[in-house]
């Protein structure tokens, strides 16, 4: 009585620390090496290994992990299996053997008589009445080495690791699903940071996904609050300078002279305030990416300088003389159109071509329109948070607005309405009052000039667009036939707008 008493917190305590180990571990190969440490420790084996039912089910199992085995010892191990270790995970019950040696049912199996395994003790790992493999321990020194009293704490060190096998697989189940749906992803819509699954974004993600791994310059054009610097930051953080600094500069409206020291740096004395030396932004970004924004509002002054870091990789510090070099990726981005503007001699055509070695043009959302629902319900989980967490989405005529509304400030006045509707709306659902969107301005969807085979193209294409390239809906929609309407996206070309 007293003894049982005196080992059961013992008992006790050995299963709750094997529990609280087994159960921190998520990699298969340590827990089932932690299994078998813990399994041979608690009563004392010589030697073990742990056998799992294979995905083709019994008799096919497979040695999953083993201890105080020699490598000329391990093909034992199979033929082990196919006596005690079969026999206990078919019956469902611990096998112990006092005298291996002597028992009718294993005694002239070779691996016994070969190894000459005094003592043996099996126990099955069942997981909800579905056995998936089995402890094996033994010892080659001692007969009678395991008890009776052995099997309770070991069934039950079994039963604990068949639910910690169990999370292990799925565990790495669920993070190789995850791997593969994250590269799935990037294949298929680009990068995580951008929204969209609409036709036009689709071509954006393709062709990002084309330059990230280059050093080719890239020319991002869109309208304000497409997300230009989003792509950016995507094409950088995704290719093989993701490990170097990206550097943002906006180029509008900045004074030549403080563009100049803050790209290409100063020395000491230059200038009224240059009281020290200062790297350029430019030096900062070296071997990585430099982000010029609005690069069409750059001056002819600075236009001329930018060439010289594109053509030579070159720049001078203002009121230096030394030249130095840089390896910088040039990323630029503009919401104006710099072949407009070079036609008209305000860009020069030199630096134009040097910038727009790719050119990648975002949409602006009223083209996006199957991306609307997506990006409000992005946004609404972004900021629905904390104190207005019971917002659940949008009601119907909520949805309808924002699918009708044109966006003159396209993603990031979507992003600014839903926030503002986040913080009004008392209710679950997000209604039209909340979205206080503005009334659209009255204008012609067409520019004067636009002739009618212009608007037949223009109106195909915004309802391919709206209908997320589905050529039999775009087709009943306009009231055409699908022969119709392929032979004139055949005819008119993929680069159309």
Same mark, same amino acid.
């Given at each position: 009585?007293?003894? @049982?008493?005196?080992?059961?917190?013992?008992?006790?305590?050995?299963?709750?620390?094997?529990?609280?180990?087994?159960?921190?571990?998520?990699?298969?190969?340590?827990?089932?090496?932690?299994?078998?440490?813990? =399994?041979?420790?608690?009563?004392?084996?010589?030697?073990?290994?742990?056998?799992? !039912?294979?995905?083709?089910?019994?008799?096919?199992?497979?040695?999953?992990?083993?201890?105080n085995f020699k490598e000329a010892e391990l093909g034992e191990l199979e033929r082990i299996s196919r006596s005690a270790v079969t026999?206990?995970?078919?019956?469902?019950?611990?096998?112990?053997?006092?005298?291996?040696?002597?028992?009718?049912?294993?005694?002239?199996?070779?691996?016994?008589?070969?190894?000459?395994?005094?003592?043996?003790?099996?126990?099955?790992?069942?997981?909800?009445?579905?056995?998936?493999?089995?402890?094996?321990?033994?010892?080659?020194?001692q007969r009678g080495r395991f008890t009776r009293d052995s099997l309770p704490l070991l069934t039950a060190i079994a039963n604990q690791? =068949?639910?910690?096998?169990?999370?292990?697989?799925?565990?790495?189940?669920?993070?190789?699903?995850?791997?593969?749906?994250?590269?799935?992803?990037?294949?298929?819509?680009?990068?995580?940071?951008?929204?969209?699954?609409?036709?036009?974004?689709?071509?954006?993600?393709?062709?990002?996904?084309?330059?990230?791994?280059?050093?080719?310059?890239?020319?991002?054009?869109?309208?304000?609050?497409?997300?230009?610097?989003?792509?950016?930051? @995507?094409?950088?953080?995704?290719?093989?300078?993701?490990?170097?600094?990206?550097?943002? %500069?906006?180029?509008?409206?900045?004074?030549?002279?403080?563009?100049?020291?803050?790209?290409?740096?100063?020395?000491?004395?230059?200038f009224t305030g240059a009281v020290s030396d200062k790297k350029g932004l430019f030096e900062v970004a070296n071997h990585g990416t430099?982000?010029?924004?609005?690069?069409?509002?750059?001056?002819?002054?600075?236009?001329?300088?930018?060439?010289?870091?594109?053509?030579?990789?070159?720049?001078?510090? !203002?009121?230096?003389?030394?030249?130095?070099? %840089?390896?910088?990726?040039?990323?630029?981005?503009?919401?104006?159109?710099?072949?407009?503007?070079?036609?008209?001699?305000?860009?020069?055509?030199?630096?134009?071509?040097?910038?727009?070695?790719?050119?990648?043009?975002?949409?602006?959302?009223?083209?996006?329109?199957?991306?609307?629902?997506?990006? @409000?319900?992005?946004?609404?989980?972004?900021?629905?948070?904390?104190?207005?967490?019971?917002?659940?989405?949008?009601?119907?005529? =909520?949805?309808? =607005?924002?699918?009708?509304?044109?966006?003159?400030?396209?993603?990031?006045?979507?992003?600014? !309405?839903?926030?503002?509707?986040?913080?009004?709306?008392?209710?679950?659902?997000?209604?039209?009052?909340?979205?206080?969107?503005?009334?659209?301005?009255?204008?012609?969807?067409?520019?004067?000039?636009?002739?009618?085979?212009?608007?037949?193209?223009?109106?195909?294409?915004?309802?391919?667009?709206?209908?997320?390239?589905?050529?039999?809906?775009?087709?009943?929609?306009?009231?055409?036939?699908?022969?119709?309407?392929?032979?004139?996206?055949?005819?008119?070309?993929?680069?159309?707008?």
């Amino acid at each position: 009585m007293t003894k @049982a008493k005196e080992s059961a917190p013992s008992s006790l305590q050995t299963l709750s620390s094997i529990a609280a180990t087994i159960n921190s571990l998520e990699d298969p190969d340590r827990l089932l090496e932690r299994i078998l440490e813990s =399994a041979m420790q608690a009563i004392d084996a010589e030697r073990g290994f742990i056998l799992l !039912v294979s995905p083709n089910g019994l008799p096919d199992l497979e040695v999953k992990g083993y201890l105080n085995f020699k490598e000329a010892e391990l093909g034992e191990l199979e033929r082990i299996s196919r006596s005690a270790v079969t026999e206990v995970i078919r019956s469902g019950e611990p096998l112990l053997l006092y005298e291996a040696q002597k028992d009718d049912r294993f005694g002239s199996t070779n691996s016994v008589v070969v190894e000459q395994i005094q003592s043996i003790a099996c126990v099955p790992l069942t997981l909800k009445s579905r056995r998936i493999g089995a402890i094996y321990l033994d010892s080659i020194s001692q007969r009678g080495r395991f008890t009776r009293d052995s099997l309770p704490l070991l069934t039950a060190i079994a039963n604990q690791s =068949a639910v910690a096998i169990e999370n292990a697989r799925l565990y790495q189940s669920i993070r190789e699903e995850n791997r593969r749906l994250r590269g799935e992803i990037q294949r298929i819509h680009g990068f995580n940071e951008i929204i969209g699954r609409s036709r036009p974004m689709r071509e954006v993600f393709e062709t990002t996904s084309r330059v990230i791994d280059s050093d080719a310059s890239v020319l991002i054009q869109g309208e304000s609050g497409t997300g230009k610097e989003l792509v950016a930051r @995507a094409i950088h953080y995704n290719g093989h300078r993701k490990d170097k600094p990206f550097v943002a %500069v906006f180029c509008g409206s900045l004074p030549d002279e403080l563009l100049e020291s803050e790209l290409f740096g100063h020395r000491k004395g230059a200038f009224t305030g240059a009281v020290s030396d200062k790297k350029g932004l430019f030096e900062v970004a070296n071997h990585g990416t430099i982000f010029l924004d609005e690069v069409g509002d750059l001056s002819p002054r600075m236009q001329t300088s930018l060439l010289r870091v594109l053509q030579e990789g070159e720049i001078r510090r !203002v009121g230096d003389t030394d030249i130095r070099r %840089v390896d910088v990726r040039i990323v630029s981005a503009t919401n104006k159109s710099l072949e407009d503007l070079t036609g008209s001699g305000d860009f020069r055509e030199d630096l134009y071509y040097r910038l727009n070695t790719i050119d990648i043009v975002l949409p602006p959302l009223r083209r996006r329109g199957s991306d609307i629902d997506l990006l @409000a319900h992005h946004f609404l989980d972004q900021f629905a948070v904390d104190g207005r967490s019971g917002i659940r989405g949008f009601d119907e005529p =909520a949805l309808d =607005a924002m699918r009708s509304y044109p966006w003159p400030g396209n993603v990031r006045e979507l992003e600014n !309405v839903i926030e503002r509707a986040v913080v009004m709306c008392g209710r679950e659902l997000i209604g039209v009052d909340d979205l206080r969107l503005r009334p659209p301005e009255k204008q012609d969807p067409f520019e004067p000039g636009t002739t009618l085979k212009d608007m037949e193209r223009i109106v195909t294409f915004r309802t391919l667009d709206e209908l997320d390239g589905n050529i039999s809906e775009a087709a009943k929609s306009l009231g055409v036939s699908r022969r119709w309407l392929h032979y004139k996206l055949k005819e008119w070309g993929p680069d159309s707008p």
